[in-house]
């Protein structure tokens, strides 16, 4: 179990590609193919022309709670007020690295970064520490694993409409109802799901 920088995480001022979709939604259309996928939604970390690294955020992980977390990372604190935090499956990709998206008042200094409006990153145990201390980010979502894409692998799947894309909502990314993120993803677009289907075209 480990939380520290990911090579696919961007560092500040590091030249984005033009169309990037960092900081917005992957929304899995119905007739996505890969089930680990389905009805989910992705928060884009990071997409550059060398490949993009997301995080799901909508899949709560049934394997492990905020204080295993904790103790597997060693931290000591007063489990009694330790707060209950959902750990998600941010992904299929390395799932023992974590990652915490949080709002803005938080800042670990060099081990933060800033996402997408109203949202940051950071991927190392003092993050953890806080959020037990009751000293974190007022909203936050902790994931382990991402999913990840090599060189054009994303683009493709979008144009095979695997995927809409919305811009991202902060308040969507912390609801606390795990279970409807992907309708309201939807609803951002107009989008009805009950009325989606796998021929429709992509946003």
């Known amino acids: 179990m480990s939380f520290s920088d990911d090579p696919f995480v961007p560092q500040p001022g590091e030249a984005g590609l033009t169309g990037s979709l960092q900081g917005r939604f992957l929304i899995a259309m119905p007739s996505m ?10 928060y884009m970390c990071s997409h550059s022309a060398e490949g993009a690294m997301g995080l799901v955020i909508n899949k709560p992980s049934d394997q492990i709670t905020f204080v295993d977390l904790m103790e597997q990372l060693s931290i000591e ?5 330790v ?8 992904g299929p990709v390395d799932g023992g690295r974590g990652f915490v998206l949080h709002s803005p008042e938080y800042d670990g200094a060099n081990s933060t970064i800033q996402v997408g409006n109203g949202v940051r990153l950071t991927a190392t145990t003092d993050v953890i520490r806080a959020i037990a201390d009751g000293d974190g ?3 936050k979502l902790v994931a382990l694993g991402y999913a990840g894409w090599e060189a054009g692998q994303l683009e493709a799947e979008i144009k095979a409409n695997g995927w809409l894309v919305s811009d991202a909502q902060p308040d969507i990314i912390f609801a606390p109802d795990i279970g409807s993120k992907w309708t309201q993803a939807l609803a951002t677009l107009g989008v009805d799901p009950s009325l989606l289907s796998g021929e429709t075209g992509h946003a």
């Open 33 to 42: 193919e890969d089930s680990r996928f389905a009805r989910t939604v992705i």
């Open 137 to 139: 980010p007022h909203d």
């Open 77 to 81: 604190t007063d489990r009694r007020t």
């Open 83 to 90: 707060p209950s935090i959902p750990i998600l499956a941010g």
